[in-house]
T-cell receptor, first 113, second 112 residues
């Protein structure tokens, strides 16, 4: 069974551009979580989604950031008008339920020029 | 708001030693606690998951304990090997957040 797949592994954007990060959960997992790891900081929860629903987005910046998990296809984390401070590693995790172990992807490393 | 603290922040020991990593959390209303390993530039590998009703879990040379009432967990690594060198992260689910709350990790170096 394939684990959590994230792409791209590395993404470079210029200030003001848009970044789209994709996450395919483990087959059969309907719960997806996004986390951000800033340089020299710990992992921080951003958003929790189930199919077609955002359950908790309390950790996501109010502006420029959005996430979706459509009925078909991967979950997408979208960052509009990127700034230098958005440079970080973004990790996706999936779980079969909201209290079971979370399985992480290898992350997308976003660099803003 | 849940907070997770890991001690020590860094640890360097000779190969073969047994060692203990510590994790504490402020809100005991958790569903579970996970220990992860993260290698430089890589993702997270789940090592052990302890449900709130459990006291410990074991996998190979790893043993994790949970004392929910006191807000503490330990990860015990027996007979350490150079390949164990990595950052070890403790994370809890619950205590007000829908996602995991992570500690900042213990950076472990095992000297050959």
């Amino acid at each position: 069974n394939a684990g959590v797949m994230q792409n791209p592994r590395h993404l470079v954007r210029r200030r003001g551009q848009e970044a789209r990060l994709r996450c395919s959960p483990v087959k059969g997992h309907s719960h997806v979580y996004w986390y951000r790891q800033l340089p020299e900081e710990g992992l921080k929860f951003m958003v929790y989604l189930q199919k077609e629903n955002i359950i908790d987005e309390s950790g996501m910046p109010k502006e420029r950031f959005s996430a979706e998990f459509p009925k078909e296809g991967p979950s997408i984390l979208r960052i509009q008008q990127v700034v230098r401070g958005d440079s970080a590693a973004y990790f996706c995790a999936s779980s079969p339920s909201d209290t079971r172990a979370q399985h992480f992807g290898d992350g997308t490393r976003l660099s803003i020029l | 708001k849940q907070e997770v603290t890991q001690i020590p922040a860094a640890l360097s020991v000779p190969e073969g030693e047994n060692l203990v990593l510590n994790c504490s959390f402020t809100d005991s209303a958790i569903y579970n606690l996970q220990w992860f390993r993260q290698d430089p530039g890589k993702g997270l590998t789940s090592l052990l998951l302890i449900q709130s009703s459990q006291r410990e879990q074991t996998s190979g040379r790893l043993n994790a304990s949970l004392d929910k009432s006191s807000g503490r967990s330990t990860l015990y690594i027996a007979a350490s090997q150079p390949g164990d060198s990595a950052t070890y992260l403790c994370a809890v689910l619950g205590g007000g957040a829908d996602g995991l709350t992570f500690g900042k990790g213990t950076h472990l170096i095992i000297q050959p």
